[in-house]
């Protein structure tokens, strides 16, 4: 709420008053502390309080650019949007150097073409000083005359883009304004005038003074009147020439844009040339990057097909050498059972025979023992076992 413009206000050159600041320097200023403690709730009354309290001019400054004083006023009227005549009075203020400054700056935001040069002109002759705020937060000496022709003249004051304004002698031609009017011209009339009652009255041979201020002679009042219209003329060669020279550095600043508008051009085309090969290099990368990926998995495959196969290899032939194996054992029991089988029997004889003397004791290392054995044994009875 407190940073809307004021319902009542009427829109300046198609536009809101307050769209005259551009977007970023705007949202600073609604941030800056000054605007918010000093600024709210200000009317066109209280307005000139804070403009007397300014000691310096500037748009922004420091390296997060704040704006100054006299732009958070500057911005608080284009909101309020006072009377154009508080705006006058502020122009034609004498005693406070910058509420005039503040007056004209507004005056050429908002003013019409006419408006501007009627009440911004005749402060060309005010000479006094201004402190100015510079973008790193240093002061500089200027002057209102300087300042004045700042706005007249150039297309940015403040960090604010001014709107455009026609030429003075198109105003001329055109019969809007009046052929300007030099200051000087009426200190040279003076001078003139003290010259003509200095002369010495002179007596005329009928015996009458003759008083040369009263009754100048014609051809004295051409050449003043040749001298007005010179000063005129003069003046209006000045402004053109003056007019002309501004046109000219207008073009050498526009073909120097030109230029730097070229070179930029240049160069982005060189960044974009240079994107599109990084961009190439990089694609290219990628490719050889996959075809190594791709030639390390292929190579991992087929390690893995001969591990499979030398698995498989090694297993069939391990498969291989086991029926071989088995098939020399099958043989071999075949054979060996085929070849032995009266030794087996025999052999199993005699082992029953061992047994049946071990079992009936006949072969006991006591002989007395032995005996009994055998004598049990013819009986049928067990053996003795001791």
Known sequence: MANRTDPSAKSIHGTNPQNLVEKILRSKIYQNT????????LTAETLVDKAMELDHLGGTFGGNRKPTPFMCLVMKMLQIQPEKDIVVEFIKNEDYKYVRVLGAFYMRLTGTVADVYQYLEPLYNDYRKLRRKLPDGSFCLTHVDEVIDELLTKDYSCDIALPRIQKRWNLETTGVLEPRR??????????????????????????????YYRGRSPTRGRDRDRKRDGYKYRDRDYDRDYD???????????????????????????????????????????????????????????????????????????????DRDREEDGEYRKRRTRGSVSPTKEESKKKKEKKEKKSDGTDHPDPEIAEANRLRASLGLAPLKL
């Open 34 to 41: 000054y605007w918010k403690e000093q600024c709210f709730g």
């Open 182 to 211: 030099s200051a000087l011209e009426d200190d040279f009339e003076e001078e003139e005038e003290k010259e003509e009652e200095e002369q010495p009255m002179e007596v005329e041979a009928d015996g009458h003074e003759k008083d």
């Open 244 to 322: 002309r020279d501004y046109a000219r550095g207008r073009e050498r600043d526009r073909d120097r844009d030109r230029d730097r508008d070229r070179d930029r051009d240049r160069e982005r085309d060189r960044d974009r040339h240079r994107a599109r090969d990084e961009k190439d290099y990089g694609r290219e990368r990628e490719r050889e990057r996959d075809r190594e990926r791709e030639g390390r998995d292929r190579e991992r495959r087929e390690r893995e097909r001969g591990r499979r196969r030398s698995r498989s290899r090694s297993r069939s032939r391990s498969r291989d050498r086991r």
